[in-house]
C-alpha cells in the first residue's frame, strides 16, 4: 500500500531564507510523486510531479524537489523564500499508476516572515 | 480554457438531509475524481470516473455515491447527512486517467449542523 509522511505540520522561515518541506513516501511500485499547493480556500494546484527520468523535478514559482529512491523521500525546495509562498502545502503518491487515486500526506503549513 | 466548476461554493445542511455537489471539468477531461478535506482527516479520496464508469471508490460508506454523464460533469451526492461529512469536497479533472497531472477546482464546503 501506498502511503506519505510529511515531517512537520508547520515550517517557519524568513523573508529570502530556504525553504525545505519533507515528504517520505511508502510505494509497492515506482512511485508516482507530486507536490500540490493551497491558498485559502482555494483548491489544490500542482507545484510539480515525479513520474520516471531526471530525479530532480523542476517545478513553478521556483519550487524543485529530488527523488531519492535510496531514502524513499521527495522533499520540497525553493532557495529563497517569498511572503507570497506562504500557503499550505501537500505531497502526495498515486496509489498505482492507471489511476488519478492519490495518497496525501497531512499537509504542511508554510509561514513566512519578513 | 476554463478550469473547473464546483457549483455550489458554500451550502449548509442539518443533520438527515442530503446534497448534491456538482462538478464541471475542464472541456475535453474525461476522467474525475472526488476528494473530502477535512481538518482531522486530511485530503481523503472518494471516487474516480473515467468515460461515466466508476474505477475507483475510498474507503467511505455508501452514504457516499458518484456518478459521471456522457458530457464528463460529475456529481456526488451524500444522504442522511452527519455531523462528520462537514468538509471541502474538492473535484478534479485531468485528460486521461492515471497519474497525470490533476486540475482541482475551488471545491464545495459543506457545513452540517
Known amino acids: 500500500a501506498q502511503s506519505v509522511t510529511q515531517l512537520g505540520s508547520h515550517v517557519s522561515v524568513s523573508e529570502g531564507a530556504l525553504v525545505l518541506l519533507r515528504c517520505n513516501y511508502s510505494?509497492?511500485?515506482?512511485?508516482?510523486l507530486f507536490w500540490y499547493v493551497q491558498y485559502p480556500n482555494q483548491g489544490l494546484q500542482l507545484l510539480l510531479k515525479y513520474t520516471t527520468g531526471a530525479t530532480l523535478v523542476k517545478g513553478i514559482n521556483g519550487f524543485e524537489a529530488e527523488f531519492k529512491k535510496s531514502e524513499t523521500s521527495f522533499h520540497l525546495t525553493k532557495p529563497s523564500a517569498h511572503m507570497s509562498d506562504a500557503a499550505e502545502y501537500f505531497c502526495a503518491v498515486s496509489a498505482t499508476h492507471n489511476t488519478d487515486k492519490l495518497i496525501f500526506g497531512t499537509g504542511t503549513r508554510l509561514q513566512v516572515f519578513p | 480554457k476554463a478550469g473547473v466548476t464546483q457549483t455550489p461554493r458554500y451550502l449548509i445542511k442539518t443533520r438527515g438531509q442530503q446534497v448534491t455537489l456538482s462538478c464541471s471539468p475542464i472541456s475535453g477531461h474525461r476522467s474525475v475524481s472526488w476528494y473530502q478535506q477535512t481538518p482531522g482527516q486530511g485530503l481523503q479520496f472518494l471516487f474516480e470516473y473515467f468515460s461515466e464508469t466508476q474505477r475507483n471508490k475510498g474507503n467511505f460508506p455508501g452514504r457516499f455515491s458518484g456518478r459521471q454523464f456522457s458530457n464528463s460533469r460529475s456529481e456526488m451526492n451524500v444522504s442522511t447527512l452527519e455531523l462528520g461529512d462537514s468538509a471541502l469536497y474538492l473535484c478534479?479533472?485531468?485528460?486521461?486517467?492515471?497519474?497525470?497531472?490533476?486540475?482541482f477546482g475551488a471545491g464545495s464546503r459543506l457545513t452540517v449542523l
Open positions: 510505494s509497492s511500485v515506482p512511485p508516482y
Open positions: 478534479a479533472s485531468s485528460g486521461l486517467s492515471g497519474a497525470n497531472v490533476l486540475t
